[in-house]
């Protein structure tokens, strides 16, 4: 094996661009790629579970659920978005790259955030002939897991195509 396939690339003039915009524009992108395989997964197992539905009917939910579930993440995620861009920067500008652990390492606080712009943005869908009783506000561990894994799901869909790109300091001057 050549070991073609680990080398490192190193960031042309011409690539500067695209890298900053992947950075700024790469989270959004990421939870919606994941929100939309947490939503297709949920109705495929639907669809297993209640075969006798119509078929026009998983495919109108197919296509709207996803964005609808993005809308609501990208409210959850706005605080996250921003501080997630500003790290992947600073990362860039001090190392020349995006290392997965410095991503890792900021998922908590992200979680933290994104449970907090979960609880206080996104509005209650709750209609009122529903017999649940009502959400709760609060963090609980549960809550905070889920935000987490969520964050860290983000991280490495945001790290992978950044894995091998390295920014030279000193052509950046």
Request: aromatic residues 16%.
């Amino acid at each position: 094996m050549s070991g073609a396939w680990f080398r490192r690339i190193f960031a042309t003039p011409g690539m500067r661009p695209v890298l900053m915009l992947w950075i700024v524009i790469g989270p959004p992108a990421v939870t919606f790629i994941v929100g939309a395989i947490y939503w297709l997964c949920i109705l495929v197992r639907d669809y297993a579970r209640n075969p006798g539905r119509p078929l026009y009917e998983v495919v109108g939910t197919a296509l709207l659920l996803p964005i609808v579930g993005f809308v609501i993440a990208s409210v959850a995620q706005i605080f996250a978005y921003i501080i997630f861009s500003l790290c992947a920067v600073a990362l860039v500008v001090y190392l020349g790259r995006v290392p997965l652990i410095g991503l890792l390492l900021l998922t908590p606080f992200l979680g933290l955030l994104t449970w907090y712009g979960y609880d206080h943005f996104v509005p209650d869908f709750r209609l009122m002939t529903d017999p649940s009783p009502p959400y709760e506000h609060g963090l609980t561990l549960e809550r905070f897991l889920k935000a987490w894994g969520f964050e860290a799901l983000i991280a490495l869909g945001y790290w992978w195509p950044l894995r091998r790109v390295r920014v030279s300091i000193g052509a950046a001057a």
